[in-house]
Each structure stands twice: as C-alpha cells, then as structure tokens.
C-alpha cells in the first residue's frame, strides 16, 4: 500500500519512542509535509507556552509525494510554535533530507521534551535511536554532518542539523542539511537547541512504493519537460535566484539601506553575471532538474578558498543591498557564515541593516557597537556583526532576540525603524509600489513573508485573459483581475489563490518553484491531482486539493488566533504608509500604501477565505473545511 | 485519469522567444542577436543585456544614467 505510512513520536525528557502508522482519514485531510505538521501542532500545542521551553513540540517531516517519481519532490517540513514570533513557526527546506528520512520508514517525527544532555536522533530502516552529541555541540552545520557520517560509518547518510546559532538559541537560527539548504524562517533551529537535539540523521534502504510506476513516470516526464523549457528555469539554471534580485532591482523593487530606497543603483559588481564568474558548478535538490544553487569558492579575505553554495536572492539583500555594500567579498563570505552558524539570512541582513540606520541615525553610538563605525557600506563591520549575532556578544546579543525584542531593548523610538510584521523581518524587497506583494507580507500565516502568499507572476505584465485562466480554477472567480502590479483591485483575490496554491504543495513536498510561484505555464492543483492518483493511489479533484491547502492555512490561522493574534497585526510597518519610494522606474517611484485602500483589501481578502472582518474564520468555514471540532486528537 | 488539457498547457501556448520584457513599460523588446544593450521602442529606456543562449537575451540591467535621467524627466512631467 503506498500510503501505509509511518509517524514517529520522540520525547526528549524521557527517551520515549513511540511509531505509528498515519491514518488514512488524516492524509485525505492534510495529505503530509506542513498540513499534517499544522494538524500535530495545533492538536499538541498548548496555548501561551514558551516556544524556547520543553512544552514545544517541533515536527520535521515530507510531503507526501516526497521521493517519488515527481519532479522535485525532495522538501522538508518543520514546523513548531516560533521563538520569533510567538506564531506558527513553519519552514520548508531542499535538499535531500526528507526523501532520506522516507526511505528509512518515517515520514513525520514529532520531538516533544528537552534532553539533559546534546543528542541526536538517528533514523535507520524503520529503526530509531537517540544517540550522544556531546562532540558535535559547538559545531558549525558542515562539521557537524562530516562528523555523524564519520561515526555512523555512512557516506550516503543525510544530515539536518542546528549550528552554533541554534545552540545559542539565536531566535532566527536555522535547521540546515548540506552546504545552504536552509530552513531559515522562524526560528526553528533554536527550538532544536532549546531541546539539546543538534541534528536528526537518515538513512534507509526501505522502499516508497508507487501505485503506478510506470504511468508516474510517463507522466512525470511530460512536467520535467514543461519545467525545463520554460525560460525563467533556463535562467534559474544558469544564474540562480539571483536573477531574480537582479530584475527586481531593474526596476525598483528591492529594499536597500534597510528602507531608505527601493533600488541599489550602480550595483553591477553583485549583480547575477557578476557572481556568476565565481561560480564552479551547479547543484540541485531531490528529483529536480533545474539545478538553482550555484557552488563557488570565496575569492579573497581571511575565508579565501571556502567553498559555499549559492548566494540566493536573500543573500544579495542582506549582505549587498540592505547594508549598502557592494562587495563580492563580503556577499560570497556573509552568505557562507551565516550557513555553518545555521541563520536565518533575511533576518540576519534585516537586524544588521536596521543597527546600521540606528547608527547613522545616532539611536546606536560607538559605545553600543563596541567601537565598530557601524555606517552603511561598512562591509567590515556587516561581517564582524554577522559572527557577533551567531555567538550572541555585544550588540549582536540583541540582534539575536530578532525584531520587536531587540527594539524593546534599545529604545529610543527604535521599532519605528523595523520592516517587520508580526516580528519577523520582510524580505529584502520593497512592496511599497506593489500593492498584491504588500497585502502578502501583511497576511502572511508564519509573520513577513513572500513564500506563504506571494503572487509573483503579478510582476511579468502577463494579459487579463491569462491571469483569469490561472486564477479561476480549480474555483469560479469572475472579480477583477488586473496586470500591472501597481494596482490594488483584484489582488485579494490573487493573495488568497496563492496561499491555498502554496499551502497544498507544501503538503506535497515538491518545491514552490515548480508552481506558479514563478510561471503561469507551470503545474498547479491539476496536475498534483493526477501526480496523487498515480504515485499514491490518492483519487483527489483539483478542488479537494484546495480544500487541503485551505485547510492547512485555517488550521495556521486558528493556531495564530490563539496565540493572540488580531487584525491589527495583519498590517505593515508605518514607514509603508508614510514614507515614499525614491528610486526605481517611474511606475515605482514616490509610492506609498493607501490605507484607506489597503483596508479594503484585507476586508476582501478576508471574506474570499471565509473569515469575519477581524479575521476570524467563521463557524461556516470551519465547518466546510471539517475542522468545527479541532483539536480533536486523533493524532 | 482525465486527459484533457490542463491550465499549465494551456497557457503555455503563449510563450515568447527571443524578447524580454521592458522592465519600465513591460512592453516586449528583441534586441539584435549579441547586442550589449538595447533601447526600448515603446518608452525609451535602456538596458543592459546578458546572452544565456544564441536566442536567448537576458535584461541583464538598466543603463543606469539614461534611465535616472528618463526618470526624472518622466516624474517633473507627472508633477507638474
């Protein structure tokens, strides 16, 4: 049976392992990956608990097509409340970790408690052990899987770990596996070692059993095609996601010296052709074809011949963009540090350029950066701050409590300064002039984000008619629909899909740029339905698959409910509303947020999913979604 | 399973090669083959072009001092 599953309990406290398998009714509901991970912790959370406490409960898990014959369907799930945000804490990483962990037997493990001591967890043919990690603890991410493959005696052995950023509970620290595959948002590293639990090691020789082999790999073959010829994978391919920062910046949609412009001008020394001559070689995650993640050797300074993999998009903005820095030396080492010390690079860029703005605006002195001249373009300092942050010393112990806390600490009107929403840093773009991409981050399920929500093909200018071909399906929408991303009409509409496009993969475990995330020519709700049907036996309508994606973002939301959230923190920081872009193309420039637009937005954003006008969902909803009676603890 | 022709097929019916995207008016600019950078028809601004393949350009990025002046221009225009 494809879906006899597995799911493994692991308590910390007591050294407790408990394996059971999944059942059925709960895979037609959430199918895996972040839906099921939402369901456990929504069921297994209590409210108000301290997300750094033994109370925590972290998932790590794969979608359900994760290691089958389906185009990059390598991703991992983790999911746990947030010590960043006190929200949902969710993040989904490449790599080949999660394929691994289904090949040994489990595809979700849920670790409750608190060791008294380093461990790790390790996971072989349907086997589960808690093992000593007391040599691994102060390691950096790359150490630290040498070291477990070493000891097991196994080259294949996939590794996700914490570096020392999660060992000092930095509450933006990763979960890495590999060179840079990174889940980086929310803080889940530090919930590892908040629990002494350094890393979770796979490796199994079990089979995932196909229920149409060789109709999935026909079919398979047909998206890899589509994949593989549409344009933006060409140039993913050859330039990474840098290519994408390099074309926000074209034309004025990148977030610069933390907000003061919208555009890094006369940046070609960090521009994508430019990295590009670093790069060695390319390397891709599980099942996938494009191959993003460019390899290079760092050219010069005190880490010259290191190799790393990327940098990626967030990398630009946090060590080039955001700081004002437009060095290949400090792009190619920043991104490199904060991937052994295992960081959240967005909100490593966001904390250090919001210090810098504080310094130049005389909040921060010399005596609070310990004598470091803490100016934009500094790129010394971007990277003294960067090892500060990860060992939690002098002003990078504040950096470290992330956005709301560290402005508590400072004062002085210092939160004015912060591009965050519900405490998490936004991405290193400017959504000022783009209304769709702006109600994203402000709605967005786990705090700022542009991956829980973002309409991006808003951006490519496409004709009314193909938008309405994307965005009325597998659901009727005849509302507006407009194709210039600095509209406001119709974008609720755009978010809203999204989410619930987004949600449903992410249940899956294939990658988001194999979605609409990046091309309206690439696969959505249909084509998963028949990946389903003949990888898992799973008959699903491209409608029910929504209900799964909506599901997942209700449960999310009900989760945040209870933890306190409001309206009011379905909003953006002021300096959106009240302080105009200076660069970019015309259609950019002196842009700001009407307020009085953007409230309309979320009234309908809100009614598309069902919620009331404090962004309840209503018992209607609930219902409709099956989910009137949770938590019901079935799992 | 059925096979009748999905929205990704669909709209892939309309892909473009040769040409990127003007990055101010969005209209579809295809430069000379090799060219270095190209001026768009449509509103006049440059850019800087990259070959991923032989039809294949890229905008690689604006001409920085056309595009600010071309900007500037446009906004003493919108605010007058």
Redesign the interface.
Known sequence: MPLSRKIAYVDLSTGEIDIKPIPLAIRKKYLGGRGLDMYILYNHIKPGIDALGPENVICISAGILVATPSSASGRTHVAAKSPLTNFIGSTNMGGFFAAEMRFAGIDHLVVTGKSEKPVYIWIHDGEIEIRDATKLWGQGAQQTQQLVKDELNDREIQVLTIGQAGENLVRYANVMTLLKNAGGRTGMGAVMGSKNLKCVAARGTMDVKIAHPEQALEYNKKIVK?ITS??VS??QG??GTP?IW??T???GGVRTRNFRSNQF????AI???AIDEHIIGWAGCFGCQVHCRGRYKIPSGPYKGVYGEGPEYTAQGAFCGEPGCDSMEALLTGNHLVNDYGMDVLEVGSMIAWAMELYEEGILTLEDTDGMDLKFGNEKALIEMVHKIAFREGLGDILAEGPLRAAQRVGKDSEKYLIHVKGMSNLHSDERATPGLALNIAVSSRGSDHLRGRPAIDL??L?ES?LR??YS?PVKYDGPLT?HWGDYEGKPWMVRWQETCYAAVDCTGICKYHTIFLG?????F??WS?LL??NCDLEMTPKEIWDVGERCYNIERLFNIREGLTRKLDHLADRYYDEPTKG????A??RTIDRDKFEKMLDEYYEYHGWDKNGVPTKATLKSLGLDNEPTHTL | ?EDKK???????Q??S?GKF?C??C?ERIAPPAGAKQVKCEKCG?E?RI?W??PT?P?????V?EV??RL?EE??KE?NK
């Open positions: 589509e549409a344009k060409v140039t050859k330039l290519m390099g074309a910046n074209s034309w001008e006369y940046s070609d521009e994508p052709e490519y200018g004709p193909v071909e994307v399906q194709s309206p020519n690439f696969p959505n249909e084509e028949k049907y003949l970019g193309v015309p259609a420039r002196e | 399973m999905t929205t990704s097929e669909r709209t892939a309309g892909r090669s995207r990055m101010n969005m601004f850019w990259s991923l393949g294949f890229r905008c690689r990025g604006p920085w595009n600010r900007t446009a906004l919108r």
